[in-house]
């Protein structure tokens, strides 16, 4: 699998940046960042989605290289829609290394570069769950109406919509046994449990929250990964007829030779997203410890696949403990031949939700705009981060305070 590399210094929250790797990030195929409220972690994933939304949009033929870095659209248009155009300062200096493109901002300057060999390029369906998802619980008639809603959200509601209206029957849900049912004749979402039903704007915080985002996470897996049919895995008709005009434009292409026109002219002509791109707010948002584990799992088991990907910011020393688990079941799982000792890792993780620790990476970002990665030992992250360390303090608070205690009895 291919893996991204992003570098952002003096860019809103995020000063010095990175502090190793020359100041890039490697993006694998799961890559968290964790810190207190405005240190940047949102910050970091909103660029890397816009990032792979470009090169996306580029290698479909969209827009030209020379749209994006005219007229500071990159700031004005692209940076906006995540409403982070306002973290841009003098010395700002972003630069993405894509699979296709090299995009740079520097000294108040968008440039971008295309790679020469980019035949192994594999569309993705880039999705972004903002925070403020559980609102669509509620106004999914009425978001675009609503002033000064998040782009990102009013996207998501589309695709939400999308999810709910080709549902055929109900899907379980990964929280408390339930189940989300869509009457479509009155475009109406209900939590089904064994003894009642709710609607879905009545259902508690942590499930208005979890349903619009594992509903069409699991709507887009089964497109993209499984191949069922939907709208949002083609091109639209204008961007059909964009693609026939850059395959026109190839074949009266005479520097390139016949093998390469033809693979692109292959690639080109295959306007079905063949990998998925989750980029994910607080997934744990609203939700009780062992249904932060049961959604996480869920979460990995549908980004699993090879040129997957999951990218998502916590503040939940929980959802760091649960993806340890995940790499350790997959390294036993490589030697256990026995059926029940198999059965038993299944039972403690799923074993299609076990991940290889070589393809996670966990960023802690502080205060002062700084990012380091967590530490592994044996490809496992260590424990010694800011998360459990809070969780440590607590304990050694409370000690402190029974020391006091027995002094006066």
Not at 106 to 117: A, M, N, P, Q, Y
Request: proline letters at 3%.
């Amino acid at each position: 699998m291919f893996t991204n590399k992003l570098k952002v210094e003096n860019f809103g929250p995020i000063k010095a940046g990175y502090e190793a790797d020359d100041g890039y990030l490697s993006l694998n195929q799961l890559s968290v960042f964790c810190g207190t409220q405005g240190t940047g972690k949102s910050t970091l994933v909103k660029l890397y989605s816009t990032f792979v939304w470009l090169e996306k949009a580029l290698m479909r033929g969209e827009m030209k290289a020379s749209y994006p870095v005219q007229y500071s659209r990159f700031v004005k248009k692209y940076l906006a829609y995540h409403g982070i155009d306002t973290y841009v300062c003098p010395d700002t200096y972003i630069h993405f290394k894509g699979q296709c493109y090299d995009f740079e901002y520097k000294e108040g300057t968008f440039s971008l570069t295309e790679h020469i060999d980019n035949i192994g390029y594999q569309r993705p369906q880039v999705m972004y769950y903002p925070a403020e998802r559980n609102l669509l619980s509620s106004i999914v008639e009425k978001a675009s109406a609503i002033k000064g809603l998040p782009e990102s959200l009013l996207t998501l509601q589309t695709d939400y919509r999308q999810a709910c209206q080709s549902m055929s029957e109900d899907v379980s849900l990964p929280i408390n046994k339930v189940r989300f049912h869509y009457d479509t004749l009155n475009q109406i979402g209900r939590i089904v449990a064994s003894d009642h039903t709710v609607r879905i704007d009545k259902a508690s915080s942590g499930l208005q929250s979890a349903t619009p985002l594992y509903i069409t996470l699991n709507h887009l897996y089964e497109c993209t990964c499984l191949g069922k049919q939907s709208n949002t895995t083609k091109a639209t008709s204008k961007e059909q007829e964009t693609i026939d005009k850059r395959i026109h434009s190839l074949l009266l292409d005479d520097t390139i030779d016949d093998t390469t026109r033809s693979l692109l002219i292959k690639k080109l002509s295959d306007n079905i997203n063949k990998r998925l791109i989750s980029i994910i707010e607080e997934p744990e948002q609203n939700l009780f410890p062992d249904s932060q584990e049961k959604v996480l799992y869920e979460l990995i088991r549908l980004s699993a696949q090879a040129d997957n990907q999951l990218l998502f910011t916590t503040h939940s020393p929980y959802m760091i403990n649960f993806i340890m688990l995940a790499i350790k079941a997959f390294q036993v799982a490589q030697i256990a031949t026995d059926a029940k000792d198999r059965q038993t890792i299944d039972t403690i993780v799923p074993l299609g939700s076990a991940i290889d620790g070589e393809k996670v990476s966990i960023y802690q970002i502080d205060l002062e705009g700084n990012i380091c990665q967590l530490p592994k030992y044996e490809d496992i992250p260590t424990d010694d981060n800011y998360l459990n360390t809070i969780l440590m303090n607590t304990n050694t608070k409370y000690s402190d305070l029974v020391e006091i205690q027995m002094r006066y009895e």
